[in-house]
Nanobody
Framework: QVHLVESGGGLVQAGGSLRLSCAAS????????MGWYRQAPGKQRELVAT???????NYADSVKGRFTISRDNAKNTVYLQMSSLKPEDTAVYYC??????????????WGQGTQVTVSS
């Protein structure tokens, strides 16, 4: 069994910063891609940033230059440093990871979500 636990959300004023963390635990053999998605009220869940195990990164255009994704593979943890936050960044942020629990069996896992609210 695998769990993803997020932390670091909260309320911040526009222009401020927050750092989200997501730690994976359980019967983990290896983790491929890890990333962050978000869902604002009345909208579909959208990609924010992803980072494959190889280290490259992929960002939504709306967050490029403001958000930075990083990983600590020794801790099975992914981070999202968010700066210059805007009210439109308000959403529930979800951690996502492709995790193998055996050499050949992998699955797509989600965290429970953490609320980020940016006030104007």
């Amino acid at each position: 069994q695998v769990h993803l636990v997020e932390s670091g959300g909260g309320l911040v004023q526009a222009g401020g910063s927050l750092r989200l963390s997501c730690a994976a635990s359980g019967s983990i053999v290896r983790i491929n891609a890890m990333g962050w998605y978000r869902q604002a009220p009345g909208k579909q869940r959208e990609l924010v940033a992803t980072m494959p195990s190889g280290g490259s990164t992929n960002y939504a255009d709306s967050v490029k230059g403001r958000f930075t994704i990083s990983r600590d593979n020794a801790k099975n943890t992914v981070y999202l440093q968010m700066s210059s936050l805007k009210p439109e960044d308000t959403a529930v942020y979800y951690c996502n990871a492709v995790i193998y629990t055996t050499i050949i069996r992998g699955g797509n896992y989600w965290g429970q979500g953490t609320q980020v609210t940016v006030s104007s």
